[in-house]
């Protein structure tokens, strides 16, 4: 069985952040945010990939997969417009008789996935969706409720959400929605009320984050080069070559990423992430933060609930701080800055709650 990723589209929710990276390719402990689709379809069993893009996500795509083993992946430029047409692009590749459509912004265990290919198997049905409670009011792509009859697909009025990846006939699809709905009892369902995110808004990096780093224990590489003095709390993830500097202190939930460099007297604390090749300067504050690959913090800076792009330089003595924005399933979400890709934050910088730049 074949899985088609779809990992095309706009992104408005992350915008302008999205305007110059492909949203699944962002970076969540070490991993881009397709990773996770992928390696726990990986896990059910599924060897061989269709990844559906933009031409802003094909480069980072074939130099973050081009060492996955043991699986194919094909890379597909997205011709159509839609979730509807990036389906119609991935089946156009697609030669089993039953295929994966699986979202890219999803995070969840990989025995999410492993559920869903086990229905499929013990169940018979041509269709197999997974179910998702979630608190009134939160935008996804697709709401459903139970009936007599099985499940009838909404836009409103439901606390169950689709799960964003599905098994499907390899058939012609022209709205998904309506496709799922015209099954009846030929599509069969599981409710998955476990960890699961859909990556929309930047609120949702840090919720991903808090998510997975719940489930780690601490893991330091024999490779990293920490300090004496150095203070290391629990459920810290330290990957290789990472450097923690004199008298820093990572006080987790926290993971610092390959070749990271954590400067003097710095404190990460409160789910955050620094990633792979990301610069955090001396005496600086990171409190549930995403610093994605190779972005740079200028000492004494202070950061709350935000997003540092790729590539991104804050200068030194900068601030953020955060506001409560809005609930989802039963937590408050904070934003205190977006900021995208390859942005410059000048020296002394007090950026307002909320700021997208």
Known sequence: MEAIILAGGKGEGLSPYSDKEQKETISLLGRMLISYSIQGLKKAGIKDFIIVTSQKGEKRLEEELQNEKEISIDIVIQKREGINGAIKDGMEKASGDNVVIAFGDIVAPEEFYVSLINAYLTSGAEVVVPLIPISEGLQTYGLAR?????????????????????VVKNEEIDDFLTYLQSKGDKLKYFIWSEEWLDVGYPEDIINGIEMMLRREKTRISDNSEISKTAIIGKKVIIDDYAVID????????AYIGRNAYIGTYSLIRDYSSVENNAIIGAYCEIARSSIQPYAEVGSKSYLSSTIVGRKAKVGANVITSSYP???????????????????QIPHGEILKPGSKV
Do not use: N
């Not at 139970?146 to 599905?166: C, F, N, P, Q, R």
């Not at 004199?246 to 939930?253: E, F, L, S």
């Not at 924005?325 to 942005?343: D, M, Q, W």
């Open 146 to 166: 139970l009936t007599d009859k099985g499940i009838e697909i909404t836009k409103e009025g439901s606390t169950l959400a689709l799960g964003g990846v599905y």
């Open 246 to 253: 004199d008298y820093a202190v990572i006080k987790g939930p």
């Open 325 to 343: 924005a809005t609930v989802i399933r039963g937590r408050i979400s904070k934003l205190g800055t977006l900021i995208s890709p390859e942005t």
